[in-house]
């Protein structure tokens, strides 16, 4: 009876196991996203990661079956691993996540190359393993450097290492020289680079790109647009920590490399990773916030500028390195006009308005007339087409504000008219919240103006507030407006105009009690007793009877003090109304004012052309009515 290995069988069995983990890790990895489940999986992946890594570094003969299942299993897990980093809801995976899907990988790769190992064939399949073992070494690196998993990229590129060595022993072999295998090498010594850098050991860094120098000069265009992608990389990551006179060594090897290849050989992706290592030595060079660099900078945008045109990564690129210059040499037309191109060529959305309208107030900072054009001239070629009502809102309401705060009011008045003209050809009226935004612009801007007894201007701003493009505040909104527009006219002493404004207004808005106080006002400044009479009759029919008479008594104490007997008359009349159809005690207290204003006013008042103002029966009438609401409020 043959003996039986005990090594052997033991390490069957966690070969075997290896499988069994890959099978049932493989249905879990699209379903794993909580934490908790996440963190399990790690902890088991791990342990079997550290399982293959050292069955590889020790002999022992596998079956040709159980190599190929192995295999299988390993091509299996790198399979899905890509297929759910390219899932759309992967990109906000979780850090555990991100980090199960790398160890995965790590994991994968290392029975891939374990099987490999294990399986006997003909001399040409050693070339063909070596040669797939170091490219998917090289992508495992590049995937576990940029997700800080230096251990696993230490694993990787040590298998790679060594079959990098195996290629070397074969050429040699075959008497093939050192630059047969150009792209692998390169790439490799660059991955090299990468991770020492992510160690903070730059000297090493330096030494592999001093190898890799010559072969870099070599490459195919797939391989320079790979290459040059990592080097960006490494480029990048300094300039995010601050170091960016290192950035800018790498970013500047990067540069060189991708610029190394012809324009019409280089792919889409290629050409994609030029255009990021032109932004990110542009960002880095503005950075350092030199002079010198900060012209190297625009010599480069030039550049790019001269190969693609005015294409909108050009003018974002041109607007940041106008905005770096000293305030006192600032080019501010410069500036309008690469926002207005902006305007004019960004392709829409919340971000881009969201730049744009935030460019354009910096710039009303230096030049408020260029930011208003800009601001009517996106509204009205962009936006206005497009029918965005939120885009439309937003910017109308920082337009209205760039007015509000504009030092030639009136002359910002007139134009947002003008601009709301325009507006309502092709809009509809604003929701309630942007139009209450902008109507509490407005009303702070008039308080000012009308506190400053600045009417006119007051004036303007309430007509551009009462635009039916705000319509949808609805009439409470209207009537403070227009109420403050009325107040506007009396304190200029312009009666028509008053009731110009009082003719157009809604119904409900003319039959508010503070409208009609307004209009009596009115009335006694163009001596209009008709329109005083209306006013007073219909504050007396106010089912508000409390408010009413609060109204009533002011509107007195303004005839009394303009001097007009004829319209105190008419007011006191009605304030005595209110008396006879019941009070209470402390109105009824001011019954004996009421009536000693009464008497004064009847002192032989007359209109204003000298005549007397009432008739012997009529102020008969006034005396016994005033005389008869005294008797029955004498037990008060």
Same mark, same amino acid.
């Given at each position: 009876m043959a003996s039986v290995d005990p090594l052997s069988i033991g390490r069957d069995r966690k070969i075997k196991g290896l499988i069994e983990f890959s099978t049932d890790l493989l249905p879990k990895l699209p379903t794993s996203h909580d934490s908790s489940s996440t963190d399990t999986l790690l902890a088991d992946l791990n342990h079997?990661?550290?399982t293959v890594n050292a069955i590889s570094q020790k002999s022992g003969t596998v079956s040709h079956?159980?190599?190929?299942? /192995?295999?299988?299993?390993?091509?299996? +897990?790198?399979?899905? #691993?890509?297929?759910?980093? *390219?899932?759309?809801?992967? !990109?906000l995976a979780s850090p555990s996540r991100s980090k199960l899907l790398v160890r995965t990988r790590l994991f994968s790769f290392l029975v891939n190359v374990f099987s490999r190992e294990c399986l006997r064939g003909r001399r040409g399949d050693v070339e063909d393993d070596a040669v797939a073992i170091i490219n998917q070494g090289l992508v495992l690196a590049k995937i576990c450097?940029? @997700?800080?998993? /230096?251990?696993?990229?230490r694993l990787g590129l040590g298998k790679v290492t060594t079959y990098i060595d195996k290629l070397r022993q074969l050429d040699a072999e075959n008497h093939l020289g050192p630059g047969h295998r150009v792209n692998i090498e390169a790439e490799y010594l660059?991955? *090299? #680079?990468?991770?020492?850098l992510k160690e903070d050991r730059l000297d090493v860094a330096e030494h592999m790109y001093t190898k890799a120098d010559d072969l870099l000069r070599n490459l195919d265009p797939f391989s320079a647009e790979q290459l040059a992608d990592t080097l960006q990389d490494i480029g990048a990551n300094l300039s995010e920590k601050g170091d960016h006179e290192m950035a800018l060594k790498w970013l500047r090897r990067a540069h060189t490399l991708i610029n190394s290849q012809e324009l019409e050989r280089l792919s889409t992706e290629g050409l994609e990773i030029r255009m990021a290592i032109h932004h990110d030595l542009i960002q880095t060079l503005l950075a350092t916030r030199s002079p010198e660099?900060?012209? @190297?900078?625009?010599? +480069? !945008?030039?550049?790019? @500028?001269?190969?693609?045109g005015d294409k909108p990564v050009v003018l974002h690129w041109k607007l940041e390195i106008l905005q770096r210059s000293p305030s006192e040499i600032f080019d501010v037309d410069a500036c309008a006009s690469i926002l207005r191109r902006m305007v004019r060529s960004l392709d829409l959305s919340d971000a881009a308005l969201g730049f744009l309208l935030h460019n354009i107030k910096e710039l009303r900072d230096r030049g408020s007339r260029l930011a208003i054009g800009l601001l009517d001239e996106l509204l009205l070629t962009r936006l206005l087409p497009c029918g965005n009502t939120d885009w439309i809102g937003k910017t109308l309401v920082r337009r209205i504000w760039m007015g509000t705060i504009d030092t030639e009011a009136s002359d910002a008045a007139t134009r947002l008219i003008q601009l709301l003209e325009q507006l309502a050809e092709d809009s509809t009226p604003c929701n309630v919240d942007v139009a209450a935004a902008a109507q509490s612009l407005m009303w702070k801007k008039l308080?000012?103006?009308?506190?400053?007894?600045?009417?006119?201007?007051?004036?303007l701003w309430c007509q551009v507030a009462l635009h039916p493009i705000f319509?949808?505040?609805?009439?409470?909104?209207?009537g403070k407006f227009a109420r403050r527009l009325? +107040?506007?006219?009396?304190?200029?002493?312009?009666? @028509?105009?008053?009731? #110009?404004?009082?003719?157009? +207004?809604?119904?409900?808005v003319q039959n508010d009690q503070l409208t009609r106080y307004l209009m009596f006002k009115v009335s006694l400044i163009s001596w209009d007793h008709d329109l005083a009479r209306q006013c007073v009759e219909f504050l007396s029919k106010s089912t508000e009877k409390a408010k009413s008479r609060d109204i009533l008594y002011a509107c007195v104490r303004e005839a009394q003090q303009l001097g007009d007997k004829l319209s105190t008359l008419e007011a006191l009349k009605a304030v005595s109304a209110t008396f006879v159809t019941g009070s209470s005690t402390t109105a009824a207290s001011n019954l004996p004012s009421i009536l000693r204003s009464a008497g004064y006013a009847k002192s032989d008042p007359r209109d204003e052309n000298g005549n007397k103002a009432f008739t012997v029966p009529e102020l008969e009438w006034f005396r016994k009515n005033a005389y008869n609401i005294g008797v029955t409020k004498c037990h008060v």
């Open positions: 079997h990661i550290t079956e159980t190599a190929q299942d /192995l295999k299988e299993a390993g091509r299996k +897990l790198w399979n899905e #691993c890509i297929r759910e980093k *390219r899932r759309p809801n992967d !990109v450097i940029n @997700e800080s998993d /230096l251990d696993g990229a660059t991955m *090299r #680079c990468a991770l020492s660099r900060v012209q @190297e900078a625009d010599d +480069l !945008v030039s550049y790019v @500028e001269s190969e693609i308080d000012v103006s009308y506190a400053k007894k600045e009417y006119n201007v007051a004036e319509s949808s505040t609805g009439e409470v909104s209207q009325i +107040l506007c006219a009396i304190s200029r002493s312009d009666p @028509e105009t008053a009731k #110009c404004t009082f003719d157009a +207004l809604p119904t409900a």
